[in-house]
């Protein structure tokens, strides 16, 4: 048995196109690869034939397709089974009786590497390497007749079978393909069958489906909504009127060709149309298809006033059409936007005024690796290091039971002696979590527990609390390779930060509530403090403490906070989440990030809050408003 062939480096070359196809694009190259975008997210291309285009750029990313099943075998073969492929074709000769037994066989009858040997084969050895099929799908070019065809080329396989390896590959209709993959930023080339110029005209692609007028005029509308879309799309057709009507509005080039397969002498010049079709200025709620890795959904939830959660996959939409590495998570909250920005493989900046949002950021975004262990986490719960009973005193009878606030008390006092800050921070968060869990709707804005309805989180012990919420931290903390950092201040402090990507999510100020963190959740943020730096206000009933200035608490200091902001940021791209019922309204917030970018939009987006309207009943509190994404560029 002959060994197979494996490739050293001496014989690695580039992939090249397996098979000579009509209409290939490999003479159009230098024209058509100057006007590929040098970013794009992912290469597509579902009119696939040979692949030349493909075979040149040697994308990292692609979705090839074609409506030819025995095409699409070949190409799933040589990437699954190359070794198969090669096998089985040493075993053919080049002689007219082999060919037309060959050629007589029912591809869909033989194994996937026999299939695709035969393909592979009949292209070599055929009559000027034209694949045709007759009505009934069977292969009629006759026989070539050439002295010494290269059958079995190994680099070249195995080169093809390692870009075709990274590449999803679909049999099927193109503008299926298209509907159900194309996204904002990809790249996608279009090869249709041509339409035809003459009598004598190659350009039809020789299989048994036709592509008439109404199909291209079909195509033309697709390619419009690809441009809606956010989509890069280069096209080559024939130089027809019909092609210069549907594509008017786009930039076209026409280019003259050879045709190599033509039957006739007549039919062998030819000018094919380059048309290229840039992505529309703009944003898209198609683009709200984009799916978030599955290290998203590993976040602990939240109900914590504000959090992105729900609109994360909205606010990924909007931040995917732009290039960056680099991302500040301005005013971090939960901690849920920086972390799917970091899911997402970018360095994060995350920083936040709150101690209580630097404690998340520091637990799961700047930190990579470290986990507390089950022996660590149970070893929080002992009293062994002194315990100053705060909690018990102060807060007695508030919001926890007499044991809770003592266990409390044993938590913080262990916390203060855990060395390794990331691992401070994993336990801090998991206590902060712990007394979010065990408090009705999680707010510290009325004492007492009226509105305990009896849910299991309420009725967990405050030790099971914190063991589980250390476990869901746990689970959070990855590594994206990245250098990402939490910091704990006020944003209008911030220093020049290297960044692509700057997201903007502060208190909303609406007249009809108020946007007080530290109000709400005076407790735990008292907790991420050690109540150090922050004055109780005896006389509440609560025993909040002083909420933090903030520009934000008033209409015109939202204003001149934004344009502050939107200034020291005006090198980045500017993101800001805002709701339809707080101020700036949405033409002043335009106004004022147009001073400072030259495009600016909006993307509306329908939501509903958790909390409603200070003053309205629960069950009735008018929450159902739009969320504006802001985009300054």
């Not at 397709?65 to 090669?86: C, H």
């Not at 996608?188 to 008439?212: A, C, H, W």
């Not at 305990?452 to 994206?480: I, Y």
Request: charge should be neutral; charged fraction near 25%; glycine fraction near 6%.
């Amino acid at each position: 048995m002959e060994a197979a062939f494996v490739p050293s480096p001496a014989h690695q070359v580039a992939p090249k196109p397996l098979l000579k196809w009509a209409g290939g694009k490999t003479q159009l190259l230098g024209e058509i690869i100057p006007k590929i975008p040098q970013n794009y997210s992912r290469y597509i291309e579902p009119f696939f034939g040979g692949g030349a285009v493909f075979f040149s750029l040697r994308p990292d990313k692609a979705i090839i397709a074609d409506n030819n099943p025995e095409l699409i075998n070949l190409y799933q073969t040589v990437a699954d089974d190359v070794d198969g492929i090669i096998a089985k074709l040493r075993q053919y000769e080049n002689t007219e009786d082999s060919f037309y037994a060959v050629r007589a066989q029912d591809w869909t009858k033989l194994s996937c590497a026999e299939a695709s040997a035969r393909t592979i084969f009949l292209n070599k050895t055929c009559y000027n390497g034209l694949y045709r099929v007759n009505k009934s799908g069977g292969f009629n070019v006759p026989f070539g007749g050439y002295k010494n065809p290269k059958i079995t080329d190994e680099v070249s396989l195995y080169a093809a079978s390692a870009l075709l390896r990274r590449s999803t590959i679909i049999c099927g209709d193109y503008k299926r393909v298209l509907q159900e993959n194309a996204r904002p930023g990809d790249f996608i080339f279009l090869d249709p069958p041509y339409l035809p110029v003459s009598e004598y005209s190659d350009f039809k692609r020789y299989t048994k489906e036709q592509f008439y007028e109404e199909d291209h005029i079909e195509l033309a509308a697709e390619v419009k909504r690809l441009h809606e879309l956010g989509c890069h799309v280069v096209l080559t057709n024939s130089n027809h009127p019909l092609v210069n009507e549907q594509y008017e509005m786009f930039p076209m080039e026409v280019v003259q060709t050879k045709r190599y397969i033509s039957c006739n002498g007549k039919g062998r010049r030819g000018e094919d149309m380059i048309i290229t079709i840039p992505p529309k200025k703009g944003f898209n709620l198609h683009m709200l298809s984009h799916a978030q890795p599955p290290q998203v959904a590993k976040y602990p939830s939240t109900r914590y006033m504000g959090s992105k959660q729900k609109l994360l996959t909205e606010i990924w939409a909007v931040a995917s059409q732009f290039e960056f590495e680099t991302a500040i998570d301005l005013f971090s909250g939960s901690g849920v936007v920086g972390y799917m920005l970091k899911s997402q493989g970018k360095t994060v900046f995350s920083n936040d005024y709150m101690a209580m949002s630097y404690t998340f950021a520091k637990a799961m975004i700047e930190n990579s690796d470290l986990t507390l262990s089950q022996a660590e986490a149970t070893a929080l719960l002992e009293p062994v290091e002194p315990i100053d009973h705060f909690v018990e005193t102060r807060f007695q009878g508030l919001y926890y039971s007499d044991e809770d606030n003592r266990l409390i008390d044993i938590i913080r006092s262990n916390i203060k002696a855990v060395r390794n800050p990331c691992k401070r921070a994993i336990a801090m968060t998991a206590l902060i979590r712990a007394c979010l869990k065990k408090r009705p709707r999680g707010i510290f804005t009325y004492i007492g527990h009226r509105y305990d309805d009896g849910r299991k989180d309420l009725l967990m012990t405050f030790q099971a609390q914190f063991l589980e919420a250390v476990e869901s931290v746990n689970t959070a903390v990855f590594d994206n390779g990245r250098q990402n950092k939490a910091r704990h201040g006020d944003a209008m402090t911030l220093q020049n930060q290297e960044s692509g990507l700057v997201y903007i999510d502060p208190p909303y100020y609406s007249p009809l509530s108020d946007n007080e963190y530290v109000r709400r959740y005076h407790f735990i943020e008292g907790l991420a403090r050690d109540w150090q730096g922050v004055e109780i206000q005896e006389h509440t009933v609560t025993k909040k403490f002083k909420s933090y200035p903030t520009p934000f608490s008033s209409r015109n200091g939202a204003a001149d906070a934004f344009d502050k902001l939107f200034k020291h940021f005006r090198n980045s791209v500017i993101m800001v989440s805002y709701s339809s019922n707080s101020l700036p309204t949405l033409d002043e917030m335009v106004t004022i990030l147009a001073k400072h970018k030259p495009h600016v939009e909006v993307v509306p987006v329908n939501y509903k809050y958790s909390f409603g309207n200070q003053g309205n009943k629960v069950g009735k509190n008018k929450n159902d408003v739009q969320e504006y994404i802001f985009v300054g560029y």
